[in-house]
């Protein structure tokens, strides 16, 4: 008998149900059941996952009369990487997983990513489960579809979109999470409310927030844009807010920055740019939030660092980069700028 949860529907090129609640991984059985009927499972896990909670999962599962397997990876970015792709495909072959099975994706985004993109290609295709252990993969990744892994030439170059056919999200999970990897998922929450929903935002102000109300409000707003955009031609750009920038800051620190507070501190830039286009400046208020969560939102790196190392991002488009910006706490705007003047832009708020 499961606990009280709660059900966001996903109205993409696949349809399916986030449940997200307190203790609901013990109901996994249950919720897979009328999903995918009597099959084989195989389990997606990492280092640190599996220690916690590997057990666990395989109990409820078997316990629901699942014939279940289970591949670990080491915890950590490494791992979304090719050989890895290969070898859970081969695992998964080696197990003799037909096209009636599934993946379920224990984790954080690097087991959620790797584990939706070997879904992906297996058989040209089985069903996955997301099972989001962190609070970033609660509210990002593990909502949406999109997969990827990490090639030597960058991050999440290689990937597809395949919408999991379900994502059952235990809230409990994430009170085993180091400080720093929760407050990495608070970037995100905050970025939600920023984008689309200051109601949101406006209760982020009280710590500790609820955490089932947050999550579950964060993937209704990504339900929202990835019905509308779901592979990501247009409105799904604002997920990227505080990102663009972030993503310098990550390459120029060589990842040692962690990816939230790169969000944070790139948020931020982004804030202070809006009034220079002509929108609102929230980027005072922002901040003073950024801060009450303890992020450390200097930039770091001097505005020509940030421009080299924008060059090449991948959401440059010709002589024009294409940039978040706020026009109010819970508004923001994709804002196309030429990169020449993005370049003295950035010259005056860093
Ligand atoms: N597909 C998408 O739309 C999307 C969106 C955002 C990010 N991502 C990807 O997600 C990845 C980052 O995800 P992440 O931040 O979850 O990283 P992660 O998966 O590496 O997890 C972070 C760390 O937390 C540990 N961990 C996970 N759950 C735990 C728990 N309940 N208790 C204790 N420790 C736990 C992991 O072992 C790992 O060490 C990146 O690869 C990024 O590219 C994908």
Known sequence: MIMQYRTINVSASRCYNIHIGRGLLAGIGELVRPLLGHCRLAVLTDS????????????????????????????GEASKCA???????????????????????????????LGGLSASLYLRGIKYIQVPTTLLAAVDSSVGGKTAIDIPAGKNLVGSFYQ?????????????LPAEIYRDGCAEV??????????????????PFDREAVVARCVEIKRDVVQQDEFDNGIRGLLNFGHTFGHAIEKLSNF?????????????????????CGLCNVADELSALLVEYGFDITCGYSAGEIYDALLSDKKR????????LPRAVGDCVLHTIPVEELKELLHKVI
């Open 48 to 75: 640190n996952v599996d220690a916690l909670y590997g057990n666990a999962m395989m109990q409820y599962l078997t316990s629901a009369g699942y014939d279940v397997c289970k591949y670990v990876i080491p915890a």
């Open 83 to 113: 050989e890895n792709l290969l070898a859970f495909l081969n695992f998964l072959a080696r197990e003799q997983m037909t096209r009636s099975d599934a993946v379920i994706a224990f984790g954080g985004g690097v087991v959620g990513d």
């Open 164 to 176: 999991p056919s379900m994502v059952c999200c235990d809230t409990a999970l994430m009170d085993t």
């Open 190 to 207: 905050i970025k939600y409310g920023m984008i689309l929903d200051a109601a949101l935002y406006d209760t982020l102000h009280t710590l």
């Open 256 to 276: 040692g920055v962690s990816h939230g507070e790169a969000v944070a501190k790139g948020m931020v830039i982004a804030a202070r740019i809006a009034p220079l």
């Open 317 to 324: 488009r010709g002589g024009n980069i294409s940039v978040v």
